[in-house]
T-cell receptor, first 113, second 115 residues
């Protein structure tokens, strides 16, 4: 079956530091990949996505590249802000699973001023 | 545009009680789903619906019932609450089940505690 593995959190960074959150996946077919973000007290919202190999998803300064050869979709941001403090979920969907989302366990990011 | 609305936001139940978590969306989405979020487990799919009158089980359906009488509403029922159902519940919707190219919209969640 499909699965998503994320790095354990929490990740604590100072403002303006570089962020990487690792995500690798296992899929039986050719998945689409997503990063969702959950701000405190809110539901999840889509941050970015990529639907084919070598695609780069980007939004709000965050980027992730779909790497089929390493089955990875790492999230990066060059300079984090306090407002980026949230839980980040890597996810995939794939036709053989009925297009349902499979989530990783989430990585909590805390950014200090 | 309200998006996906869940009620209540917080609930405490005693073991054996029943309740219904409400979910409504105003985007005319065909696909709706319920997830539970537990520490260290990510989000796990409970039930989903591909349209009015059609529902199916997800990864962790035991102890939960759903129905989809209208496009807008997708309530989740706990018939006899158990402490293992203590969790945060999220409802989500999307334009179609074809999530390969569509975005899932989530409600703000319901934090349920069963004592």
């Amino acid at each position: 079956g499909n699965s998503v593995t994320q790095m354990e959190g929490p990740v604590t960074l100072s403002e303006e530091a570089f962020l990487t959150i690792n995500c690798t996946y296992t899929a039986t077919g050719y998945p689409s990949l997503f990063w969702y973000v959950q701000y405190p007290g809110e539901g999840l919202q889509l941050l970015l996505k990529a639907t084919k190999a070598d695609d780069k998803g980007s939004n709000k300064g965050f980027e992730a590249t779909y790497r089929k050869e390493t089955t990875s979709f790492h999230l990066e941001k060059g300079s984090v802000q306090v407002s980026d403090s949230a839980v980040y979920f890597c996810a995939l969907t794939e036709q053989s699973s009925g297009d349902k989302l499979t989530f990783g366990t989430g990585t909590r990011l805390a950014v200090r001023p | 545009n309200a998006g996906v609305t869940q009620t209540p936001k917080f609930q405490v139940l005693k073991t054996g009680q029943s309740m219904t978590l409400q979910c409504a969306q105003d985007m005319n989405h065909e696909y709706m789903s319920w997830y539970r979020q537990d520490p260290g487990m990510g989000l796990r799919l409970i039930h989903y619906s591909v349209g009015a009158g059609i529902t199916d089980q997800g990864e962790v359906p035991n102890g939960y019932n759903v129905s989809r009488s209208t496009t807008e509403d997708f309530p989740l029922r706990l018939l006899s609450a158990a402490p293992s159902q203590t969790s945060v519940y999220f409802c989500a919707s999307s334009y179609s089940i074809g999530l390969l190219n569509t975005e899932a919209f989530f409600g703000q969640g319901t934090r349920l505690t069963v004592v």
